[in-house]
């Protein structure tokens, strides 16, 4: 079975550029969060999705990061425009709708951004 | 924000068992015990997790305290693999995962 997948692994872009992160989740999984990690800080909840439903964005840094999953299976982030402090690697980790707490989530390799 | 306390940092030798400890004194009737790894140059990978009874897993066991107040992962037997960042991380429901600071564990050959 495949595991989550990423794509680009690596994006190496402009201040002000813009900029598009791709999240296939495993088939079947419901659930699908994006987190980030800026450098020497911890990781971060940006947004979680329910199918193609937002059922949390409150980690969304601001209005230049959209985040859609059309159709409830992949999901892209973009950025526009990106700004020095959006250097970081984003992960996308996905998990079944099992509720209380318990379900597994399992993480892609993420994207590591860089906007010089 | 986390809720949890785990040490920065510590240390094993190969093939020794290695007791992660982790604190979380505020812990809810609801919350569930979640431990993740992140492995150099990779995303965050489930370990194991509990509610309240110990759990045993192919990677690893969880021995929770009988007041819930605090957790320990175990590592039977520490491999260079298992070098990597350890997050103890609470969940109630199905809100999202808050990673902390975790503890870095470095393994000697």
């Known amino acids: 079975e495949a595991g989550v997948t990423q794509f680009p692994s690596h994006s190496v872009i402009e201040k002000g550029q813009t900029v598009t992160l791709r999240c296939d989740p495993i088939?079947?999984?419901?659930?699908l969060y994006w987190y980030r990690r800026v450098m020497g800080k911890e990781i971060k909840f940006l947004l979680h999705f329910v199918k193609e439903s937002k059922q949390d964005e409150s980690g969304m840094p601001n209005n230049r990061f959209l985040a859609e999953r059309t159709g409830g299976t992949y999901s892209t982030l973009k950025v526009q425009p990106a700004e020095l402090e959006d250097s970081g690697v984003y992960f996308c980790?996905?998990?079944?709708?099992?509720?209380?707490?318990?379900?597994?989530?399992?993480f892609g390799s993420g994207t590591q951004l860089s906007v010089l | 924000d986390a809720k949890t306390t785990q040490p920065n940092s510590m240390e094993s030798n190969e093939e020794e068992p290695v007791h992660l400890p982790c604190n979380h004194s505020t812990i809810s009737g609801t919350d569930h015990i979640h431990w993740y790894r992140q492995l150099p140059s990779q995303g965050p990978e489930y370990v194991i997790h509990g509610l309240t009874s110990n759990v045993n897993n192919r990677m690893a066991s969880l021995a929770i305290a009988e007041d819930r107040k605090s957790s320990t992962l175990i590592l039977h037997r520490a491999t260079l693999r298992d070098a990597a960042v350890y997050y103890c991380i609470l969940r109630d429901g199905s809100t999202p995962l808050v990673f902390g600071k975790g503890t870095r564990l470095s393994v000697i050959a």
């Open positions: 088939s079947g999984h419901d659930n």
């Open positions: 980790a996905s998990s079944p709708l099992e509720g209380g707490g318990r379900e597994k989530l399992f």
